[in-house]
């Protein structure tokens, strides 16, 4: 049995739907990232989970239990926001006994918890201090800290990185990963905006959009077979380019002929009546690689950063579609103001008709 379900559930406030037609299964011992833009309700939907807001239809289930209505405190979860939210006057032994005293545990049962937490977070040094004399890391780790010592079925975090700047998100992130290492039958849902850290700590991640899920599945699945457009371009930094253009040949191989010139290659099999469709081919700018020959795109560079392992390339747009980006290994120099002609790997190459992937599901 899966650890929690979700089935068909939806929220709406008042005659506005923010959710519809949630289904989904997650088990035992996953961490599980929901992304997606703002607003797409990725928050909500951990709120949800919580018992913070209330599910407008559909059912949640915690180990074959429905919680639709069951309190947050009696649902076996724990939850980690994006605040540290830490009582200042408390030291950090204080903050994470907290919710276990008011529970009227034992007194060495709480230690032993807090003590638990404190070695796995590698926090025992601290322990004396009151939050003012931690740094950002630190104080995360002591609101994570607070989380482990109940002991729950589940742990809900809400972006609990943004607070952090670009070194300590980094430090965190490996923090959290090995964190989940360390507690290998613990399952954690994940709220981020931040792609990095959906792909490297995800078992799998749940893409919002629409008001419902775009796509579920492992962070290399998401890259590298997306559903649909919108999962395309939002995994992925940059974000691939799409380029319209028509099915010029069909069979093992598709030869499209792009609407702004040249051809390109995909190792998609498509059929006869599949040859005139207008599709979108999808290139993701790190698979490009500069071409003298068979150039899938050629244009002139109108912008480029250098950012020591690789290159990017941004290129002039002459036909209100998105510009082209290309990222090149290395530094590239003198590169603005210059023709560059790409060709991509066949097998890199994606094709998206009405939006939707051409690829055939194994």
Avoid: W
């Avoid at 088990?27 to 797409?40: K, N, T, Y």
């Avoid at 959290?176 to 994940?190: C, F, H, V, W």
């Avoid at 979108?280 to 560079?301: H, T, Y």
């Amino acid at each position: 049995m899966s650890e929690l379900n979700l089935t068909d559930v939806a929220k709406t406030y008042g005659t506005v739907d923010v959710l519809k037609n949630i289904n989904l299964d997650i088990e035992r011992g996953e961490l599980i990232v929901f992304v997606g833009p703002s607003g797409c309700g990725k928050s909500t939907l951990l709120r949800m989970i919580a018992g913070l807001e209330k599910i407008s239809g559909g059912t949640l289930e915690i180990e074959g239990q429905v919680m639709n209505d069951v309190p947050p405190a009696q649902r076996g979860i724990a939850m980690v926001f994006q605040s540290y939210a830490l009582y200042p006057h408390m030291t950090v032994r204080e903050n994470m006994a907290f919710a276990l005293k008011i529970a009227k545990l034992p007194a060495d049962e709480v230690n032993a918890a807090v003590e638990r937490a404190a070695r796995i977070l590698q926090l025992e040094p601290f322990l004396d201090r009151l939050p003012k004399a931690l740094s950002g890391g630190q104080r995360q780790r002591v609101a994570i800290g607070r989380a482990i010592v109940r002991d729950p079925k589940v742990y809900l975090f809400d972006e609990p990185l943004s607070n952090l700047d670009a070194a300590l998100r980094v430090a965190t992130r490996i923090e959290i990963a090995r964190l989940k290492e360390a507690m290998p039958d613990s399952t954690m849902i994940y709220v981020t905006h931040d792609q990095v850290e959906a792909m490297t700590l995800a078992s799998r991640i749940v893409v919002l959009a629409n008001k419902g899920i775009a796509q579920v599945g492992t962070p290399l699945e998401l890259y590298e077979t997306p559903d649909n457009e919108f999962v395309a371009q939002f995994i992925g930094s940059p974000s691939m380019n799409l380029l319209p253009g028509v099915i010029a040949q069909t069979g093992e191989t598709t030869v499209v002929e792009l609407e702004a010139g040249g051809t390109v290659t995909s190792s998609i099999a498509t059929e006869a009546g599949d040859l005139g469709k207008h599709v979108n081919v999808g290139i993701r700018p790190e698979d490009f690689v500069p071409s003298d020959a068979d150039a899938a795109f050629q244009g002139v560079v109108d912008f480029t950063e250098a950012l020591g392992e690789v290159t990017l390339l941004y290129f002039e747009n002459r036909t209100g579609a998105e510009s082209v980006i290309a990222k090149l290994q290395g530094i590239q120099r003198n590169m603005r103001g210059q023709i560059v002609a790409l060709s991509a790997d066949p097998n890199k190459v994606h094709l998206f008709h009405n939006g939707s992937t051409m690829r055939k599901k194994p």
